[in-house]
Nanobody, 118 residues
């Protein structure tokens, strides 16, 4: 099993910053990690992802404002969020993917709330 523990969410004013962290633990090796978010009444969407080889993908809406990184020694992924906007308000979920099995397997954290006030 894999467990993902998220931290760093909170309430911030427009233009402020937050740093999310997600630590993975368990018996299954993790390859890719990333962050998704979901606002009330909307579908979950990709924010940023980082592969085991440090190839990074960002949603267009966060390019230039968010930075994803990982510390493989700590098995942790981070999301530095700058210049936050009200439309960034959502529950942010950590995602991890394992390719060690016959098919890729996704794991999800419980989510951490990010609220950006106008």
């Amino acid at each position: 099993q894999v467990q993902l523990a998220e931290s760093g969410g909170g309430l911030v004013q427009t233009g402020g910053s937050l740093r999310l962290s997600c630590a993975a633990s368990g018996s299954i090796s993790i390859n890719d990690m990333g962050w998704y978010r979901q606002a009330p009444g909307k579908q979950r969407e990709l924010v940023a992802a980082i592969g085991s080889g440090n190839i990074i993908n960002y949603a267009d809406s966060v390019k230039g404002r968010f930075t994803i990184s990982r510390d493989n020694a700590k098995n942790t992924v981070y999301l530095q969020m700058n210049s936050l906007k009200p439309e960034d308000t959502a529950v942010y979920y950590c995602n991890a993917v394992s390719y060690r099995g016959v098919v890729p397997v996704n794991y999800w954290g419980p989510g951490t709330q990010v609220t950006v006030s106008s």
